[in-house]
């Protein structure tokens, strides 16, 4: 227990530089209060004390802001960084070293029952506001931007930023527009760009008829001056 406590402000210090003092991060830290309470109802979870690890997680979420379920799995050095509004589900899993910003949420999609919420791999930085929703795994190394909405698995070493979210850097190249299952679409952008392409059809089809209207015109006075 004490090895973990350890480790806990020893993350918040290689995470955040504006912690000054361990008794600061004890007793101002609402991240590190989440994550404490969280290991303590987890605990009781596991053993069936559902009712009494619910009670915790919501006493946690009352002073912290944080609310995450006693049946979530967290691994290491979770650091989560100015925490209000930050929701964990009952089947999400965290790997180590892995940083949540304030506003995120790792959710489910529906009223699906067994495994319904994301797996978050290790060295995971998830953006402020970003929506992590559904039952699919986001791997290592990967990076998810501020109000980003992923919905569908993300590979390692990659970049997520959008809604929904598209992945626009992959092992430190960003990606092209050809498409696979790795390189999600934006039907936004898409949309755009098909309503620019059919304005400038219509661009030039105006121009056309104005065109022709003018050669028409000029027809009669060509013919007026020939008879005359």
């Given at each position: 227990?004490?090895?973990?406590?350890?480790?806990?402000?020893?993350?918040?210090?290689?995470?955040?530089?504006?912690?000054?003092?361990?008794?600061?991060?004890?007793?101002?830290?609402?991240?590190?209060?989440?994550?404490?309470?969280?290991?303590?109802?987890?605990?009781?979870?596991?053993?069936?004390?559902?009712?009494?690890?619910?009670?915790?997680?919501?006493?946690?979420?009352?002073?912290?802001?944080?609310?995450?379920?006693?049946?979530?799995?967290?691994?290491?050095?979770?650091?989560?960084?100015?925490?209000?509004?930050?929701?964990?589900?009952?089947?999400?899993?965290?790997?180590?070293?892995?940083?949540?910003?304030?506003?995120?949420t790792l959710?489910?999609?529906?009223?699906?029952?067994?495994?319904?919420?994301?797996?978050?791999?290790?060295?995971?930085?998830?953006?402020?506001?970003?929506?992590?929703?559904?039952?699919?795994?986001?791997?290592?190394?990967?990076?998810?931007?501020?109000?980003?909405?992923?919905?569908?698995?993300?590979?390692?070493?990659?970049?997520?930023?959008?809604?929904?979210?598209?992945?626009?850097?992959?092992?430190?190249?960003?990606?092209?527009?050809?498409?696979?299952?790795?390189?999600?679409?934006?039907?936004?952008?898409?949309?755009?760009?098909d309503m620019?392409?059919?304005?400038?059809?219509?661009?030039?089809?105006?121009?056309?008829?104005?065109?022709?209207?003018?050669?028409?015109?000029?027809?009669?006075?060509?013919?007026?001056?020939?008879?005359?």
């Amino acid at each position: 227990m004490f090895r973990h406590i350890r480790s806990d402000i020893a993350t918040v210090f290689d995470n955040d530089p504006a912690a000054r003092s361990k008794f600061e991060v004890v007793f101002t830290y609402s991240g590190l209060h989440a994550i404490w309470a969280h290991r303590l109802a987890h605990r009781l979870y596991r053993r069936g004390w559902f009712t009494i690890a619910r009670i915790i997680s919501q006493i946690s979420r009352f002073f912290t802001g944080i609310e995450i379920h006693p049946g979530a799995r967290i691994g290491e050095r979770l650091f989560i960084d100015h925490g209000m509004g930050v929701v964990i589900g009952e089947t999400c899993e965290i790997g180590d070293n892995v940083v949540i910003y304030q506003g995120v949420t790792l959710g489910g999609t529906g009223k699906e029952k067994g495994k319904r919420h994301p797996t978050i791999g290790n060295n995971v930085v998830i953006g402020s506001g970003a929506k992590v929703l559904g039952s699919f795994t986001v791997g290592d190394n990967v990076n998810i931007g501020s109000n980003a909405v992923v919905l569908r698995e993300v590979p390692p070493n990659s970049t997520v930023v959008g809604n929904p979210g598209r992945v626009v850097k992959r092992n430190g190249e960003r990606v092209g527009d050809r498409l696979d299952h790795t390189k999600l679409p934006d039907p936004v952008v898409e949309m755009l760009r098909d309503m620019q392409r059919q304005i400038d059809d219509l661009k030039a089809e105006l121009r056309r008829d104005r065109m022709e209207r003018k050669e028409l015109e000029k027809e009669p006075i060509a013919g007026g001056e020939a008879r005359r």
